[in-house]
């Protein structure tokens, strides 16, 4: 090669070279920074309560104008208002100046639209167009207006602006965006309402590597496939099957109806499904609910997509599951599935498990309960696990549990803490349901009517009271923030179900420990028939607690005595009765434990269980005085603040002695029923010397520990009588209706009072869950005419109010010495106990109610079981002191039968009768005075 050659070659490659990194100076040039102006981007993604977002003008079409000074480029927004900018982590910074707009146009001649909170929107034409001039309150006039703007970076707060007010100097906020990949801005009304909130982004800039561009949703939307333990659990689940209308009535014939998990319609869905009801899960990109579907009407009851569950944990909130995007909250349309995206800061889906229903606590079945009552329940428990970044280790599992049968789900929470450290729960939300309108107001005279298409329920239950609404403390209704189209003006109407404590827990979660929270049963119902939402409601309880089928015969003796003792157990004995309680004023303490009360109490528990008979003891608990140490304190350190006045804090040494001592009597004794008066009544307790660490947690650790003991009693067989709502955690019995006065009203009077309260009381309870009182001997006042003493000398009112309980299939609880006191009232006792005993299984079956009393007509009501023999068992009463005849309409179609029905009365005499298309019985009946008659259906 030649010289010349050479040095041109050289000369080639050295402006190949510069080229080179002249073109990677121009590369590097390219990906710096450039500011661009926000009013050059379109807003129309943007939300505004009032009017639209403006761009380089105020919101209503006058320059932008801040304290005298005028602004060429910007963007004049009205509070409240919302817009997102996609980002893609390209930007460095947000830069404005923020103010209320000078400009208060004349709204004297323009027109108004008053709205029902008394503002009113003003608007004038302009060449043709409404133009926007702001919102005036009563007074006519436009305010100065004041706001305050937040930003935030992928969901995570970057700036909170201070209060701006009108004729104030424009306020410069600058804003860091490394690494956001969507910012959120939000505008809100300050002290002043919306009034006169014009307010303005003057000279507002991003200084970013690529062009900027408004979007529709908090984060970006990153399809993440499913992979892993969820994509290996998801591809073994059978395919889907189409869910349609159920082919009979789950009330009458159940037997169809089994839980199941299979894929959905769409790729990446879930459906757990009984065919009743169905709960429709979106797996990817995170987990969340997109429907809860009843089958029987074809409906969806929930209107947008929550977290499954939400969690405090050391002072910070997290999401559990659940998804971002959705716009519209008034119903959630299938092709908007595909616009929700995960929350980078949630906990998110790591696996998901199913397996049959296990037991929450013990029972054993062993006393006569409903023949047909499982326990564990049959059906499916699906679990969720999430995971998350920051706390490696930490699992917060999700589970559902689904019932064969019933159309009912029931959700808790786990927290099982792996990492190594300690972690503080403070709060959590176990359930949260975007729930459609049961109706729509436009004012706010409705808007305290809940949801009337599930039916919620929980065990985190006290109050002192026998209804379970006034009982359930976790149960909350709120207005939904997100619910922007709603039709109320003042978004006040509750349509946000939560579940959680209304204090704390605010516990400990230490390492290798699980956290478990209290459980959600949903009953989805399909009427809102009072009757039939009635029955559900009841088979819920049937089915998911059914130690409350148990229905013993209980006599309350009045004292300890040996001798009256034994001679009231001889009483039980001779006539079929289940149990005898040593009642309250008996003298008898359970609480005790010396060697000499010990002995004495097994040996009258011994004496029982000789003749076939149940023993049970009773403490008297939250209204009582344990000494200063045990007291429930006040917010000043002082005794007392309870629901009762003075009352014990469980969750002391008090509290340890006090169950301890009671399971050790039980096991000692040989007693098998606890009636505990006066249950934990939700105190809260201020005390620093107690077990519990404050205020903050002692509602719950109170509520765990006397929780964990009626479960205690339900799984040793111990029968658990308590004045509260406790079923769902082992109890198996409270008052029906229960007010002490009503018992100083003479027999007759308290005949129709009682059973008033048996009508209204099952509307919510079954038969079995409800114990009515009868007052032997005198009983609160009220004399002689109050009580039945002497048995023989008030012959009548006794059996009727024999009969008149044991047919209605609520015990009642007879206190006093003896159950009879001649040859006639032993003969009247055993009379009813043996047609009780052929008839229990009917007789121990929900109800249907015929008729309220009213004391001046028939009143009844009619057992069914379309699963027996005898389907169906009217009882009728008559107040009166004539006899009626009358023909009436029984409302058959609960008990199953369809065509012909054979009618036996309580004399035995037997007929046959068609019923009507509408499943009605056509019956002439003859009810004497003051007396009952009955008709077995079959």
Known sequence: MSYWRLILKGINGSLILFFLCFMAVISVEAQKSRAYKLGSLDFSQATQTYSVPVNNRSVTGTPLSVAGITYKHGIGLHSNSRFFIKLDGKAERFEALLGIDDHKPDVSNAETTVLVDGTGICHVKVKGKRQFLGVIGNSGKLEKGSARVTFYGDGKVLLLSKVIR?????????????????????VDKADNGYLGDHVNFCNAIIRSSKRPGLTDSEFSNEDIAIAGAVKTYYEELPAYKAVGAPQTDWLIDDSHYKAK??????????????????????????????????????????RGVKPEAQ?????????????????????????????????????????????????????????????????????????????????????INVHYNLYDKIPVFCKWITVVNNNGNAIQLNEYRSEILALTEYDASVNSAKNERKSQEIIFASDYVFGGSYDHEVQDKSIHYSADPQYNTIVNYSRESRLLMESYPELGPNVDVDNNAVFESHRTWELITDSYDRERRSLAHRRMYRTVAPWITENPSVMHIRSADEDVVQQAIDDCAEVGFDTG??????????????????????????????????????????????????????????????KYGNAPCLHSEWGDRYFDNLKEFYKHTGFTLFENDGSYPGDRCHSTEHYHKGYEDSQWQNWKRITDYYKWNTANNIYNNIPDYYFLSGGHKCAMHYREANFSHPRKIHLVLARRDIFDGTWEKTPSMGWMHVPLTAYQGGGGTASYHPLNENIADYENVLWQNFLLGVQGHYRGFRLFDSPETEALVKKVISYYEVHWDILNSDIVHFRRPDGRQIDGMLHVNPKLEEKGFLVLFNPTTKDIVEDIKVPAYYTGLTDDVTVIDKNGKQSQHALTRDYKLLLKVSVPANGMSWFLLK
């Open 166 to 186: 009108g004729g104030e100097k424009a306020t410069p906020i600058s804003v860091d965006l490394k690494g956001v990949k969507i910012l959120k801005v939000e």
């Open 261 to 302: 998990v299979m894929k959905g319609v769409r790729a990446d869905e879930l459906i757990f499904t009984n065919g009743l009801t169905s709960r429709v899960f979106k797996i990817s990109p995170n987990l969340t609910t997109l429907d809860v579907v009843d089958h029987v009407n074809n409906r969806s009851l929930i």
């Open 311 to 395: 969690i405090k944990i050391n002072g910070q909130w997290y999401d559990v599951g659940g998804a971002k995007g959705q716009k519209i909250y008034a119903y959630n349309k299938t092709e908007w599935y595909g616009q929700l995206v995960a929350d980078p800061n949630a906990f998110s889906l790591v696996e998901i498990s199913h397996w049959p229903i296990v037991k929450r606590n013990g029972w054993s079945n062993r006393r006569r309960s409903d023949k047909y009552a499982e326990w564990p329940p049959k059906g499916l428990e699906l679990r969720m696990q999430y995971g998350h970044k920051d706390y490696p280790g930490t699992i």
């Open 581 to 642: 309680i040593l009642t309250f004023g008996s003298g008898a303490n359970i609480e005790d434990m010396s060697d000499e009360n010990l002995t004495y109490l097994k040996k009258l528990a011994d004496y029982s269980k000789s003749k076939g008979v149940e023993i049970g003891g009773y403490s008297l608990l939250a209204s009582s005085w344990r000494g200063e140490k045990a007291s429930i304190r006040q917010e000043n350190g002082e005794p007392g603040g309870g």
